[in-house]
């Protein structure tokens, strides 16, 4: 929730992060030429991840050639990794582009990579407003990080 009624016009989160002097810091675990792989810090699932292009569009219509490959690239790739990973039961992967379609940032594209196991979803989130994660976003990171490290484009 305090992501949600924050004061979010300020700064564009995907075009900053990139720009941290340390990528842990903003939870980055990979740099492609002209996109990124990131651990959303306000995560659905261990392991929620989102694909964003460096350049600041709004939606996938606009993304160049270079762009739209490598993020599908990366999409693949991370798809594999968290599956190995984390051997979930699914996945939840797409765009949000829109206010009305849920995209709580939606001036900066980000596709999403949600992982899913059977029973997930449960009373918590409905009736006490908290999301029960098993590892702590740092552990996702420190476990993620040197995999992503051997990406190749």
């Given at each position: ?142 476990r993620l990080a040197p995999i992503f490290r051997n990406i190749t484009l």
């Open positions: 929730m305090d992501y949600i009624v924050s004061d979010k016009s300020k700064e564009c989160v995907f075009c900053t992060a990139p720009k941290a002097e340390s990528d842990s810091i903003k939870k980055i675990l990979f740099r492609g030429p002209n996109s990124y792989v990131i651990l959303n810090i306000f995560p659905y699932a261990n392991g929620h991840l989102m694909i964003c292009p460096y350049r600041h569009v709004g939606c996938i219509t606009l993304l160049n050639d270079e762009e739209s490959h490598e993020m599908s690239v990366l999409t693949k790739q991370s798809l594999g990794i968290l599956r190995q990973e984390y051997r979930p039961d699914g996945f939840n992967t797409g765009y949000n582009i829109g206010k009305s379609a849920g995209a709580g940032f939606e001036e900066h594209l980000h596709g999403h990579i949600v992982p899913r196991w059977n029973g997930d979803t449960n009373f918590m989130p409905v009736l006490a407003e908290t999301k029960v994660h098993p590892e702590h976003i740092e552990a996702t990171y420190n």
